[in-house]
Structure formats: structure tokens, C-alpha cells
């Protein structure tokens, strides 16, 4: 490897903006996970919901869902930790392409829910999406 430039200061990303307002590419959000960054975690630790991740480079989209402990959070530190989060068709997508390839995967909320739903309401509203956005015959939902 060559070494283009060293900074002075480590990236430091913006606080959280808002749930409607989040436009995350992936090397942001692996950032943001690395540094916990606390604004961030801690707006999305605190809700269930369903989000979006949309192929830039193919315009392809994935319908995600997140329940439990951590909610958005602990489901996006998965994509971090892994760049499919175990989604079988990322994964059969990174092991063609090679796992760099998430770097054009961007993330955005579409809706959270009560921290009162159960996980059977956010997963309707991932179909529902799911539906609304055609993932399923024409993105990463193949489940």
C-alpha cells in the first residue's frame, strides 16, 4: 500500500441530523461505527424501523428491518462489521464483486417506529416497503 496523506486530525463526521434527514454512504457509516460515535448511536440504538440501502453504481435497492436491542443501530453495525449484515443476495453480491464493492451501498431511514410496535408491525412495514420500492423484483430482496 502507498500512503497518499496523513492527517492531522481523524475524520470526524457530523452529529446526527434528524431520522428523515439521514443520507449515509457506507465508508461514512463505518466511521461513525469505529468512533461509536455517541449522537449517532444513541438516536439509532433507540428505535426499531425499516431502512433502505440503494446500490449507487446500479440503482438496485435492499428493504431492511430492525427490531430488538440496538434497534437501526446494532442492525447498521452489522452491515459495518460485514458489508451485507448476512443479507443473502449482498453477500452473493460481495463475494463476486469483492467485499470493497459496499463501499457504494448508502444508507437512509424510511420510517422508525413506537418503541412500543412489536416485530411483527415493523416487519409488515418492511413489506410493505418492500412492495412500494419493487426490491424484491428488482433489488437485493430475494427473502
Not at 463501499?103 to 437512509?108: G, L, S, V
Not at 410496535?117 to 409488515?124: F, G
Request: hydrophobic share 35%; with cysteine; glycine share 10%.
Amino acid at each position: 500500500l502507498e500512503v497518499l496523506e496523513l492527517r492531522p486530525d481523524r475524520m470526524v463526521v457530523k452529529d446526527f441530523p434528524g431520522y428523515q434527514k439521514v443520507r449515509l454512504p457506507k465508508p461514512i457509516l463505518d466511521v461513525l461505527v469505529r468512533q461509536e460515535a455517541p449522537t449517532w448511536s444513541g438516536a439509532l440504538s433507540a428505535v426499531p424501523g425499516v431502512y433502505l440501502i440503494t446500490d449507487t453504481k446500479t440503482g438496485k435497492l435492499y428493504v431492511g428491518s430492525a427490531t430488538g436491542e440496538g434497534g437501526i443501530w446494532a442492525r447498521w453495525c452489522e452491515y459495518a462489521k460485514s458489508g451485507h449484515g448476512g443479507n443473502q443476495d449482498l453477500r452473493t453480491l460481495l463475494r463476486s464483486q469483492g467485499r470493497d464493492y459496499a463501499r457504494h451501498f448508502q444508507f437512509a431511514i424510511r420510517e422508525i417506529a413506537d418503541t412500543h410496535a412489536t416485530d411483527d408491525a415493523v416487519l409488515v412495514r418492511e413489506e410493505h416497503w418492500e412492495r412500494v420500492r419493487g426490491s424484491r423484483e428488482h433489488g437485493y430482496n430475494a427473502n
